[in-house]
């Protein structure tokens, strides 16, 4: 592949911009020597400044599950930016957005509209504490919220030797810069074992306000939860008076049109969504039921934001869901489907080819690990055996043949409705090409 535009943009970046770009997933830490910089998107298709065409598999982080530049939202976007692009009052598609959302969601009566899941995140565990009155939160090793101070721990693949006892896991900040009082009522529990959260809820529950977490573990590939967890999870939180919050950031409008709590069946009392819900356009969003969403009325707990509910982007969002839900649901049947067949394929290539790669999924996000475990069940696990050097080789050797997966080496990809089964062939012949390199 010629590289060379892109060459020349890093080296004009690197002057102007921290890493030579504006998320350290995107930079060299994760593209060695320099990333591809990208010109334009359309479908599953993506194609950089020096011409390079490429399958897209991480879809902007899972923020696409209609793809790049669908005609419907490049459309909608296009009629409607005429008429102006934020007023910061109320608007009509800010009603039928929630309106939507609230039918698909049997979980959720109300809806804010922030912009990132960060700042959902943030307002959720506010909510939290103002309608418990308790300060503490307990989240999960491995578990990613967000770059938010209070949360920012424990959330990337650390010595498996500095972890600490299952049972008193120690709290690792993931961050310069934050100070001890922003961690220091944030608990840290192993994850997919309910006996350790049990320990953890009778020693704690009179001070935890919430426990708040991913319903798929999506920063550490993808690992999914087992059997029954989730509603275990849910019926201790109630049975020891603390709320649960369901961080839906990555599975919300991606795993099923309700995510992860319709995937398993949970009733959250608090869940929170971004990524999917924009289709490209910053859009996050803050449910629950009505007693607990309540809680923000006139500042009671304050949320507030200049760009919440931003015009553009619901549009968008309100395009994606219609979308989506044609033909009762058929676009996250395909793409669930797409990320099934991906994952057995990918599966297989590594059997036939004697590497020892596994791949694990939920619907349509899917992750290939290299690890001589038959299946990674939480962050110790990947922690202590993943092979995160081998994922980056293999990820570049994809990409050198036009397949985009993510450098990233903790995250995971992703299908979408525009993915075909030639774009799933020509992907599996190139992983086999990239093993066999390997």
């Known amino acids: 592949m010629k590289t060379e535009n892109s060459k020349h943009l890093f080296d004009r970046a690197m002057a102007v911009l921290v890493e030579g770009c504006s998320s350290a997933s995107r930079g060299p830490l994760n593209y060695h020597p320099y990333p591809a910089y990208i010109r334009e998107g359309k479908g599953a298709r993506l194609w950089d400044v020096d011409g390079n065409e490429y399958i897209d598999w991480q879809l902007s982080f899972g923020c696409l599950p209609l793809g790049h530049a669908h005609p419907k939202i490049v459309e909608i976007v296009q009629e409607k930016v005429a008429g102006g692009t934020h007023f910061a009052t109320t608007l009509e598609v800010e009603v039928e957005t929630a309106e939507l959302m609230v039918g698909m969601l049997p979980h959720v009566d109300k809806v804010r509209f922030a912009n990132t899941g960060t700042e959902a995140c943030m307002t959720g565990v506010r909510m939290a504490r103002g309608i418990t009155g308790k300060r503490k939160v307990l989240k999960f090793e491995g578990h990613y919220h967000g770059w938010y101070d209070g949360l920012l721990v ?20 993931d961050s310069s810069g934050l100070t001890p009082g922003s961690w220091e ?21 009179h001070e935890i306000a919430c426990v708040v977490m991913e319903g798929a573990m999506s920063n550490m590939g993808v690992i ?13 939180c109630r049975a020891h008076n603390v709320l649960f919050y369901l961080d839906e950031t990555v599975t919300g409008f991606r795993v099923a049109p309700g995510g992860a709590a319709e995937l398993y069946g949970l009733q959250p009392d608090i869940v929170t969504y971004g990524k999917a819900l924009g289709q490209g356009f910053p859009v996050a969003a803050i449910a629950g039921p009505d007693h607990i969403m309540e809680s923000i009325e006139y500042g009671k707990v304050l949320h507030y934001g200049s ?36 994952t057995q ?17 939920v619907g349509s996000m899917f992750h290939p690990v290299f690890t001589d475990l038959e299946e990674i069940t939480g962050y110790r696990d990947f922690c202590g055996h993943v092979d995160l050097a081998k994922y980056g080789r293999f990820s570049q050797l994809m990409r050198d043949q036009g397949v985009f997966f993510t450098g990233n080496r903790i995250l995971h990809n992703l299908s979408c409705t525009a993915h075909t089964q030639a774009d799933i062939d020509r992907t599996i012949d190139a992983a086999g090409n990239a093993l066999e390199q390997l």
């Open 154 to 173: 424990s959330s990337n693949p650390q010595p498996v030797t500095t972890l600490g006892h299952p049972n008193d896991p120690v709290r690792i900040p």
């Open 185 to 205: 009522d944030t608990l840290v529990c192993v994850w997919n074992d309910a006996n350790a959260l049990e320990r953890m809820l009778k020693i704690h529950s």
């Open 224 to 236: 999914p939860p087992k059997p029954g967890y989730l509603q275990q999870v849910q019926e201790m």
């Open 307 to 342: 760009h919440n509910a931003p015009r553009l982007g619901l549009y968008a969002a309100k395009t994606m869901l219609e979308e989506m839900s044609r033909d009762n649901n058929a676009g996250w049947a395909k793409i669930n489907a797409i990320g099934e067949e991906v």
């Open 345 to 361: 394929l990918l599966n297989q290539v590594a059997k036939d080819t004697g590497q020892n790669m596994r791949v694990q999924n």
